[in-house]
Every structure is written in structure tokens, then in C-alpha cells.
């Protein structure tokens, strides 16, 4: 992937070449610039790339779809919208008992009861991120890209939003994408972590995380796969 | 309690120059009150009154009409953009007093060259917001309604037109009192009716100063109502998340 910026060439991704399978939960991390998001970008069909494909199912990706939807880091959710209306925004093809009924399922499992009627501007940043996830998760995509999706937030809440998105993907198994920059948010969440290059990005590396959810994150097997990442990613971590 | 005690102080002033002056042509507020009590007596000023908020409800009814979708359209396609915001921006600081004379050969005198009038004058802030309310439409909304798969026009219709909606009533609001400035301009031209005319035919017909300046303050009274009138579409919930306070 190169992009063109004021007659420059700026390749931004190179020889990139990942396959996922259906269901799987994969992080990718790497220095902040190198093209993380970049990659979500074309994956999801918003970018078309200078050379090479995208192909999912088989097809080719061309342009966005509602079957793999891309979550924002923040000020995703629609704020002249209720949290009803954001989850329901894709749902306008359905019969208003199914829209209803599809709203009040994700209602629920985002953990937003009692919330339905409010506006975003009145729910915390946690909640926005979970109404956006829900928004997402409520046209029943095969794919869910999330980009940086909780790095808006505060470390406690981050925390808790991991452990909320790992519910979530196990009750409805989806093949997540997640950039992160966080080292532990992959450890923590991933089947597998993309490690790339700073730009132009290669990947350096992929990590299988071999540890069943719940995973214990002062386990000596947690610990030696953080440090194992660090270590691809070239971050001393002894400060 | 304090405005009300800024409106006293301004009064008081008025009446003590006008006493300390001996003016025998400017009203004081007790003239000017009586000013008022004899327009209502006579039956007239509803009638000027309801004949201004008309000429305003139809120049700003269409303003809005044709002015909301060539703003979002033109906001949408900059291209379309490109040609046209030259000649807007030639033709958006012509006064509309300026536009009378044109506005008389193209209308006569009476109802609809006021209406006219007060329609250009509305016409181009509404476009102007709508215009800037899209191109300042966060592209992750937009992005975001295609990745649920709408057509650009219903991402329009969807995601840009409530996400500008903010900016858009501001536009609304200018113009509304841009309307009502010129309401009172026209009316004092083009017909014989409304409250530019009874500042003009007070004057004109035994320099009734006394109601010129109960016409005047009417005006003013009159242009706050519209502006608070149009103040609490702000306060819309759909809207609310884009004004300051509305958080």
C-alpha cells in the first residue's frame, strides 16, 4: 500500500500477507505510524490497495459492506441518535417486530438496559464504546474490525471493556480484527498477535497466545508471551 | 430582575431628556404608551403585526424550503461547489434594500416583491450554514453510514443532514432575524401595510412620532419573540449534542 501525499510517495504497508480464519480474535500491534490502521482501512474496504487484494469468503472486497463492520476509537456512535437509535441505524431494512426485537437483544447483551431512550452525550465513555460495538454486532457482521477501540478510555475501564468484549465474542463468535497499541490488551485478548514492522510495515511476527480464556494474567505462561511481544516489538522492559 | 432593572434605567433616562431637553418632537415613553393603547383602540396594529409575521412565515418558509437542500447539495458535491459559490458570494453581500428596485420590476408594488425581499435576504445564510454544517460533518460519520451500507444519498439523508443539523439552525436563526430586519425595510417601500409602513405612515401622515417609536419598539419586541421562538429548536434532543450547553 502507498499512499501519495504532496507528489510524495509514502509507501506505507508492504508485502503483507495474513490469513484468518473465521472466528478468530487477532491483534495487531506495532509502533504507532507504521500503518495498523492503515491495513483495518483496506481490510475493510474503505482503502483499495496499490497492489495485492483483500479477499473474504472467496470474494474480493471492493468497497465497505455491512457484513464487516468497522469500529472507531471514539465519537463513532451517532449523537443525534438514542442508544435504540444507534443500534438500530442498519436495521432499517428489517420488520419493525424484528428491528425491536434485535435492538433489545443487544440492548442487553452490551449491558445497556435502562439506557435505551438516552442520548450518547449522557453515557460515559465505556458505554459509548459498547453502544458502538452494539451497533456494530446488530447487523450480524461476519467480520468486526476494531481500531484502537478502547484507547480512548481510562485504565480501569479499558479493563473492564476487555473482559466485556471477550464476553461478548464468545457469546457471538465473530472474527475480530483489533489494532492496539497496547501490548497487554493482546496478550490478553488475541488467538493470535500480528506483530508489524515500523513503516514501511512488514509482518515481523505472529504470535500464537496458547492460553484458554479465562486467561490468569500473573500466570507464568501470561508473562513469558508479554515479554516475548516486547521483546519482537524492541521495547526494553525493564524501565 | 436585573434586565428589568436595565429597561427602567434606560426609560427613566429617556423620559428625563426628553423633559430636560423640551423637545416638543421626540415622544416620551408615557407618548409612546399611549402611542400603543391608541393603535390598539383603532383596531390596526394586529392587523400590521399579522401582516409582517405573514410576509416573514412565507419569504422564510421558502428560504428554508429552497435553501436548506441547495445548501446540503451544494455542500455534498464540492465540485458543484466550486462553480457556484463564486456567484453566491458576489451576490450575498448585496444588501436586499439594494434588490428593491429589481425586486419592483419583477413583482409591482405590494405583497410579493416584499415577500421576495425578505426571501433573498434569508436565502443566503441558510445556504452559507448548510454549506459549512456538511463540509464540517466528521468523516467518521459518513464513513460510518456507508459501512452500513447506504447509498451516498441516504448517508445524506441519514448521517449528514442530522449531523450539520446543528449548524444548520444557527443559519436558521441569523436568517430568521436577518427576515425580520428587513421586513420593516421592504414594508416601508413596497405596500401599504405591516409594521415598516406604520413607522413610515406615522411619520408621513401628521409626524405622529409618538407612534413611530411605539412601532419601533414593537418591532424589537416582536424580532426577540421570533429569535426565543427559534431558540428552542436548540433545545430539540436530536439536536441538543451540538450546542455548547446542551451536553
Known amino acids: ?239 | 430582575m436585573w434586565p428589568l432593572l436595565g429597561a427602567a434605567v434606560l426609560l427613566a433616562l429617556w423620559h428625563y431628556s426628553v423633559i430636560w431637553t423640551g423637545t416638543k418632537v421626540f415622544p416620551s415613553p408615557i407618548n409612546v404608551e399611549k402611542g400603543v393603547a391608541e393603535l390598539l383602540r383603532k383596531h390596526v396594529l394586529w392587523a400590521d403585526i399579522g401582516d409582517s409575521l405573514r410576509r416573514v412565515a412565507l419569504g422564510f418558509g421558502a428560504a428554508t424550503l429552497f435553501g436548506v437542500p441547495v445548501g446540503l447539495m451544494l455542500g455534498w458535491y464540492p465540485a458543484v461547489n466550486q462553480v457556484v459559490n463564486p456567484v453566491l458570494q458576489v451576490l450575498r453581500p448585496i444588501s436586499p434594500i439594494a434588490w428593491i428596485p429589481v425586486a419592483i420590476i419583477f413583482f409591482g408594488v405590494g405583497e410579493k416583491p416584499a415577500v421576495f425581499l425578505i426571501f433573498l435576504a434569508a436565502f443566503f445564510p441558510i445556504v452559507v450554514a448548510c454549506v459549512g454544517g456538511v463540509a464540517s460533518v466528521p468523516a467518521i460519520f459518513r464513513r460510518a453510514g456507508r459501512n452500513f451500507g447506504l447509498s451516498p444519498m441516504r448517508v445524506l439523508a441519514r448521517v449528514v443532514f442530522p449531523a450539520a443539523l446543528p449548524q444548520i439552525l444557527v443559519g436558521l436563526r441569523i436568517a430568521l432575524g436577518v427576515a425580520w430586519l428587513v421586513v420593516v425595510a421592504a414594508e416601508m417601500i413596497a405596500v401599504d401595510s405591516g409594521l415598516g409602513y406604520l413607522v413610515i405612515d406615522s411619520r408621513n401622515s401628521g409626524k405622529r412620532y409618538d407612534l413611530v417609536v411605539a412601532a419601533m419598539l414593537l418591532i424589537g419586541v416582536i424580532g426577540l419573540a421570533l429569535d426565543m421562538g427559534i431558540r428552542r429548536l436548540e433545545k430539540l434532543r436530536s439536536v441538543r449534542w451540538g450546542f455548547r450547553d446542551g451536553a
Open chain 1, 1 to 239: 500500500m502507498v499512499f501519495e501525499r504532496d507528489g510524495k510517495r509514502i509507501p506505507v504497508l508492504e508485502d503483507i500477507n495474513l490469513e484468518v480464519t473465521d472466528g478468530e480474535f487477532i491483534c495487531v500491534v506495532g509502533p504507532s505510524g507504521c500503518g495498523k490502521s492503515t491495513l483495518l482501512n483496506l481490510m475493510g474496504g474503505f482503502l483499495s490497495p496499490t497492489s495485492g487484494s483483500v479477499t473474504i469468503a472467496g470474494e474480493v472486497v471492493k468497497g465497505p459492506d455491512p457484513r464487516r463492520i468497522l469500529v472507531f476509537q471514539e465519537r463513532g456512535v451517532f449523537p443525534w441518535l438514542t442508544v435504540e437509535g444507534n443500534i438500530g441505524f442498519g436495521l432499517s431494512r428489517l420488520s419493525r417486530v424484528e428491528r425491536e426485537e434485535r435492538i433489545a437483544h443487544y440492548v442487553k447483551l452490551v449491558r445497556l438496559e435502562g439506557f435505551e431512550h438516552s442520548y450518547p452525550s449522557d453515557l460515559s465513555g465505556g458505554m459509548k464504546q459498547r453502544l458502538q460495538v452494539a451497533r456494530a454486532l446488530a447487523v450480524d457482521p461476519d467480520i468486526l474490525f476494531l481500531d484502537e477501540p478502547f484507547g480512548a478510555l481510562d485504565s480501569v475501564t479499558r479493563l473492564i471493556m476487555r473482559s466485556e468484549l471477550l464476553r461478548i465474542w464468545q457469546a457471538e463468535r465473530r472474527t475480530i480484527l483489533f489494532v492496539t497499541h497496547d501490548i497487554d490488551e493482546a496478550v490478553q485478548l488475541a488467538d493470535r498477535v500480528v506483530v508489524l514492522s515500523s513503516r514501511p510495515a512488514k509482518i515481523q511476527d505472529i504470535l500464537q497466545i496458547d492460553i484458554a480464556h479465562p486467561r490468569n494474567i500473573s500466570s507464568s505462561r501470561y508473562l513469558e508471551l508479554r515479554d516475548d511481544l516486547l521483546n519482537k516489538i524492541g521495547v526494553a522492559f525493564t524501565l
